[in-house]
């Protein structure tokens, strides 16, 4: 379907006194901030001397906020739930953190962290997360989301398969979006504060309409109600904006409107969903063209800059979602990833580091160090050296800095790529993903040896007769492990993506994101983010299989549920080929295996390894491997190595991991690094130069020099 | 490479031993005569290990090699597993050079390069040599980590290729040097005296061992000997002793003197410091 050209609003077009003394283009014509940013942005190459501290106002902000609110919130785990409105953009009065909190404005609720419901992911969450937070739910509530209106969770299991079922109960396939809201979709916030909301509405119903006199199809139907949608959200998003006195139909015409009318975009959206991911997006250099332009003419100081920033950075620290105690465990406490894409070149080789991606880094000084937003920065050893330093020291000092490749993901996704929850790239306003967890891959080796039965519960998951367990009491052959292992991977991965599928229909559905989707394009690209956890436990177990001497032992039912190991054998981490080279081979199966099956809207197929979080529950789930890893201990996170196999130094294992190969794991590869400040260096400034140093040789390497033994 | 790196800092990592083994570099099988031989002509070498590191065996990160076999004996080496050439493993000269390229570009976005260790690393100079030249030759920075009682096999050729010596003197005297490492101290001053004629760059290494090595007069010793190379000496580092390689003794079987001693306390470690920035030393 092709929205055609949209005939734009007489007098918001013209962004009038707003868009005075920017560079005129295309942008001005249709909805294109890469256009905008790209003639207007000024690349800053200086160092971090420029910076302001905090003001008088931030610390008073900041100070109340942490001996009122934050600290409260530590001592109770859930500072407060609003048991009565079910969550929306426009279902709360204003709120403020203090009288001085007028700098950028907006809460979620009316009231610091208190949390609101957002039942249509499912209201079993709903309920148990208020019970769990001490609080009883509201019966006429419960009503509605139990008797009258079908949610997310329920549109799932009408659909879910026995097999789904089964896998799920059995921990194959765990932290499924299925009762929470799927996340991973970055709204382009940019968007209304460039152009305001009365063009945004305009366009949305010039593509609405654009296809009105095409014939009925379930397509046509669902592009027409989803436009009706977004509409509506972005009508409630200019009435937020009435909330706390703002005209959000207008664009933006300063710097701290600029700040203030991206933040209503996004809290609009922290409102209305709950994702397991509400990333921002990629801020600083648009910021900075509103920044620029207003010190230029005088009109503010670095420091009132500094301020809003903070301000900003303050409110994106006290997001809240009402949680389960189960699913903070999942996660490891709770989490938004509030990413916020920075750095990186464009695509004619300028850097995009501007002033503004230095304030951002600032907060971290002025505020102190934070979780959120998640700070990620996109590295190429070509940024200037003034940027590059900062970033170290901030790491050094706040360890609050995530790293990307950037010539990966700009390669793949272009200079105005995004990052969602941790390493999902995505052109920002102009793509989603449809959020997939992950698979455990771990226990599909385990389910291939031992034929589908559950090593844990013994019990067979798959069908019986399905698959062909290990014979014999012999030591393990790796071909016909391996043979085994590809064909359970066939079951699992099948039976994966069919509960994805399920699940991003249902979502779609039942908890569509308006307000998020009405600051995309009306035509955007999908991926279906598929994930595998458990990679180096694999690896290692595999070449343990090949390389040493790996005896099943079973229980009194044949069962095999441990693994005696004699020999050596490489182990996956430490540059080794023998080991590394079976890593990327799983990877690249398993993604060959994802590609086969159809997707839901057509996504495209993609693949993470990656699990920051996850890995304690993932762990305890799964039995004893050939590698030695036991039976309900915590797996090492995302594509790292096992813990403590990587022997040969943290370089060591970013070149391993350097090893898998890209194109398989376009939903990116994480690698979770621990090293002290004091291993940097004996001096800071040792410290930064030699992070610097890690950073710039992890993430360039050169394409000749693979060892080839 | 396609990941996200998540750097967290903060939680202390253990301190360091080597024993991670030589993965990634395949071992040499050769029949006795033409492994005399290769070992003769450097190229081959009894390997115990190499590491990937960064801000510990010199500037940058660094590809460190260590070396099977030590004629000393220190009572608190932390890895005795190194002590005796036989447990090595044998590594072909083209394979570590392989490994050395393929880490150039580590090397130099990182300010590294490779630092030979050991065991000691002159114990096996026919290799070095070669090693050394290899990396030069690739414009690879260059360092050897010894004590300096085999300088003598240290030509002047061979130092041509050494960029950096990590010297560590051990002890002040060569009584105390006697009986901490079983041999003299003097190789080691006329091999430091070498170094600062040519105008080799030293950083010198000296572990705090309580009981041992930390008497102030002892280190004043030490300060003395060291003062006539001070135009080379970039840094002096001070490394408190620890006692993580007691249960690598204690699987090799080996009497282990030094059995629950203590690491020096921050005040004697601080004070050590001082005696030889009073000399003018940059410290660590």
Redesign the interface.
């Known amino acids: 379907m092709t929205s055609a050209t949209t005939e734009r609003p007489t007098d918001a077009v013209a962004g009038g006194d707003a868009w005075e003394g920017f560079e005129p283009g295309p942008w001005q014509e249709s909805i294109d901030l890469r256009d905008f940013i790209l003639r207007n942005y000024t690349p800053y190459e200086g160092d971090a001397s420029f910076l302001a501290g905090p003001t008088e106002k931030t610390l008073k902000v900041w100070d109340h906020l942490e001996k009122n609110y934050l600290s409260e919130e530590r001592r109770r785990r859930v500072y407060d739930v609003d048991t009565k409105p079910p969550a929306d953009i426009d279902a709360f009065p204003a709120g403020y953190i203090c009288p001085e909190d007028d700098v950028i404005v907006g809460l979620q609720t009316d009231v610091p962290l208190k949390r609101a419901m957002m039942p249509n992911g499912g209201w079993r969450m709903v309920e148990t997360a208020i019970k769990e937070a001490g609080k009883e739910p509201d019966p006429e509530i419960k009503k509605v989301f139990t008797r009258y209106r079908k949610t997310h969770n329920d549109g799932v299991f009408d659909i879910y398969t026995p097999r789904i079922r089964a896998a799920r109960s059995s921990h194959i396939i765990t932290g499924l979006p299925d009762a929470y809201g799927r996340g991973r979709i970055i709204g382009d916030y940019r968007r209304l504060a460039l152009y305001g909301a009365d063009f945004l509405i305009a366009e949305k119903m010039a593509a609405k309409d654009a296809v009105a006199d095409q014939p009925f199809s379930e397509h046509w139907a669902r592009y027409r109600e989803e436009h009706s949608e977004q509409i509506k959200a972005l009508k409630k998003l200019v009435t937020l904006g009435e909330i706390y006195g703002l005209d959000l139909k207008r664009p933006a015409a300063n710097a701290q409107e600029a700040v203030q009318w991206t933040y209503m975009a996004y809290l609009a959206s922290v409102k209305s969903q709950d994702g397991a991911a509400m990333s921002l997006g990629r801020l600083s250099a648009f910021l900075d063209v509103y920044f620029e332009r207003d010190l230029k003419a005088g009109k503010i100081t670095e420091s009132d800059a500094q301020e809003i920033i903070d301000a900003l950075v303050i409110k994106l620290r006290i997001v809240r979602f009402l949680r389960t105690i189960d699913y903070d465990q999942i996660f490891s406490g709770d989490p938004y990833w509030a990413t916020w894409s920075d750095g990186g070149m464009t695509e004619d080789g300028r850097s995009q580091v501007t002033k503004t991606s230095f304030r951002l880094l600032q907060t971290l000084r002025n505020l102190g160090p934070a979780p959120e937003p998640n700070i990620t920065v996109f590295w190429d050893p070509k940024l200037p050296e003034g940027y590059k330093e900062f970033c170290s020291a901030i790491s050094i000092e706040t360890s609050s800095i995530q790293y990307e490749s950037d010539e990966q993901i700009r390669g793949r996704w272009g200079d105005d790529a995004a990052i969602a929850c941790c390493v999902s790239p995505m052109r920002v306003g102009k793509q989603m993903q449809f959020f997939g967890a992950r698979v455990n891959a771990g226990k599909a080796l385990l389910y291939a040896i031992n034929g589908g039965r559950d090593e844990i519960s013994g019990k067979q998951v798959t069908e019986e007769g399905e698959f062909t367990p290990v014979q014999g009491d012999g030591p393990l052959d790796f071909d016909d492990v391996w043979e085994k292992y590809e064909h359970m991977l066939d079951w699992v991965v099948g039976t994966y993506v069919e509960a994805l599928n399920i699940i991003h229909y249902s979502h779609d559905k039942y908890a569509y994101e308006s307000i998020e989707m009405a600051l995309h394009d009306s035509e955007i690209v999908r991926t279906m983010g598929c994930g595998i956890a458990g990679l180096s436990i694999v690896a290692d177990s595999l070449s343990a299989i090949k390389h040493a001497t790996v005896t099943p032992v079973r229980d009194e039912t044949g069962l095999i549920v441990d693994y005696i190991t004699e020999g050596e054998f490489p182990r996956y981490g430490n540059d080794d080929d023998r080991a590394d080279d079976i890593a990327a081979t799983i990877v690249h199966t398993v993604m060959q295996k994802i590609k086969e099956i159809p997707m839901y809207r057509d996504a495209i197929p993609t693949q993470s390894v990656l699990t920051i979080t996850s890995n304690v529950v993932y762990g305890k789930a799964t039995g004893s491997f050939p590698s030695g890893h036991q039976k309900g201990t915590p797996f090492s996170p995302g594509a790292n190595p096992e813990n403590g196999a990587d022997s040969h130094g943290m370089v060591a294992s970013m070149l391993s991991v350097g090893k898998l190969d890209y194109n398989d794991a376009l939903d990116g590869i994480s690698l979770t690094n621990t090293i002290t400040p004091q291993g940097l260096g004996r001096t800071k400034d040792e410290q930064v130069k030699n992070l610097v140093g890690i950073l710039d040789a992890g993430f360039v390497m050169d394409d000749d020099c693979t060892l080839t033994n | 490479?396609?990941?996200?790196?998540?750097?967290?800092?903060?939680?202390?990592?253990e301190n360091r031993r080597t024993?991670?083994?030589i993965?990634?570099m395949?071992e040499a099988e050769l029949e006795r005569s033409q492994r005399l031989a290769a070992i003769r002509e450097g190229r081959l070498a009894s390997i115990h290990?190499?590491?990937?590191?960064?801000?510990?065996d010199g500037p940058?990160?660094r590809l460190t090699v260590f070396f099977s076999g030590c004629p000393l004996r220190c009572v608190y080496c932390h890895n005795p597993d190194t002590m005796e050439m036989r447990r090595g493993q044998d590594v072909q000269l083209e394979?570590l050079v392989?490994?050395i390229?393929?880490y150039?570009?580590?090397f130099s976005?990182?300010?590294?390069g490779i630092t030979l260790s050991g065991g000691e690393v002159l114990m096996q100079p026919a290799f070095a040599r070669n090693v050394l030249q290899a990396a030069k030759e690739m414009g690879v920075h260059t360092a050897i980590d010894t004590s300096g009682y085999l300088g003598a096999v240290a030509d002047d050729a061979f130092l041509d290729n050494v960029d950096l010596v990590l010297l560590d003197v051990k002890s002040g005297t060569e009584e105390s040097y006697k009986a901490l490492t079983g041999r003299p101290l003097q190789p080691t001053l006329d091999f430091g005296n070498r170094l600062a004629a040519r105008g080799t760059t030293v950083w010198i290494r000296f572990v705090v061992v309580p009981g041992w090595t930390d008497s102030e007069e002892n280190v004043e010793a030490i300060a003395e000997n060291i003062a006539p190379w001070k135009q080379v000496v970039e840094?002096v580092?001070v490394l408190p002793f620890h006692n993580m390689g007691q249960d690598k003794w204690d699987a090799l079987g080996m009497e282990y003197k030094l059995r629950d001693a203590q690491p020096p306390s921050k005040e004697t470690v601080e004070r050590v410091r001082e005696q030889f920035r009073a000399r003018g030393f940059m410290t660590?």
Do not use: Q
Request: no cysteine; hydrophobic share 30%; aromatic share 4%.
């Open positions: 490479m396609g990941e996200s790196i998540d750097l967290r800092l903060g939680t202390p990592i024993g991670a083994g993965e990634g395949a290990s190499w590491e990937l590191v960064t801000a510990v940058g990160t394979e392989r490994r390229k393929r150039r570009r580590v976005s990182s300010g590294g840094r580092e660590y």
